[in-house]
């Protein structure tokens, strides 16, 4: 997964848990992952497994598919 991919998926996920979320540990808090890889995932310097990208989706209240749609795979 190129670092460009990582890096726009981050800001669309980041964009979106600002609307939703207060700060990063409650989005993290939701997505049932810890801060330090909720930072990572945001700022698209991790790659990251199906599972988490479900639990993230889930806490942000969207399907899967819309998120990577915005993506332009």
């Known amino acids: ?3 460009e991919f990582l890096i726009k998926l981050g800001d669309n996920i980041n964009a979106r848990a600002k ?3 207060k700060t990063n540990l409650e989005f993290a808090s939701a997505c ?3 801060e330090a890889s909720i930072r990572r995932i945001l700022k698209g310097k991790q790659n990251f497994s199906i599972k988490i990208f479900l639990r993230i ?3 942000l209240d ?3 598919s819309e998120l990577l749609s915005e993506q332009n795979l």
């Open 32 to 34: 049932e992952i810890d």
């Open 19 to 21: 609307a939703k979320f």
């Open 1 to 3: 997964m190129s670092e």
């Open 62 to 64: 969207i399907k899967m």
């Open 57 to 59: 989706c889930t806490a």
